[in-house]
């Protein structure tokens, strides 16, 4: 059986430098699939200004074995010249567990969700980073923490 979840915007970021404060994280089981959903507060924006790519807001889903990872990226994308080409999941070590590469710029669509399923998250990790790149700056923008379901 194949499950879709309604896409989720989430307009969420943190302080450039700043940790969590004011984020919030939501578990959800929802028929045995558990969402966990995790946002800072309304009417932040991200905070790079740099070029960089920034992970403004992010969702993961215990798909039972995998992990599906939804992140939402803000990038000073300017067309096909320069665009966040790429988000990783990483481990705290940041060894890269998942990789959802982006094939077009979204110079329109700013920010911009897109998913990833498949992503193995050894046992016993209980979080995971996003960090996203962008195609002319590398890996240098707002990371977000995510809480493995479950664990």
Known sequence: MIRRLLPIVLLAATACGG?????STTT???GGVTVTTSQAPAG??????DGCADVVGAT???????FTVAASVS???TG?????DAWQVRDG?????GE??????HESEQPFTRSQSGISIPEGLSEVTIAARDSVAGFCGEVFTLEVPGR
Do not use: F, M
């Not at 070590?93 to 567990?97: F, K």
């Not at 959802?100 to 710029?105: A, D």
């Open 19 to 23: 940790g969590d404060e004011g984020v």
């Open 28 to 30: 959800v089981p929802d």
């Open 44 to 49: 932040t924006t991200a905070a790079s200004g």
């Open 60 to 66: 993961i889903t215990d798909d039972g074995g995998t």
């Open 75 to 77: 990038s000073a994308d």
């Open 80 to 84: 096909w010249d320069k665009y966040a």
């Open 93 to 97: 070590d940041g060894n890269v567990l």
């Open 100 to 105: 959802r590469v982006l094939t077009h710029p």
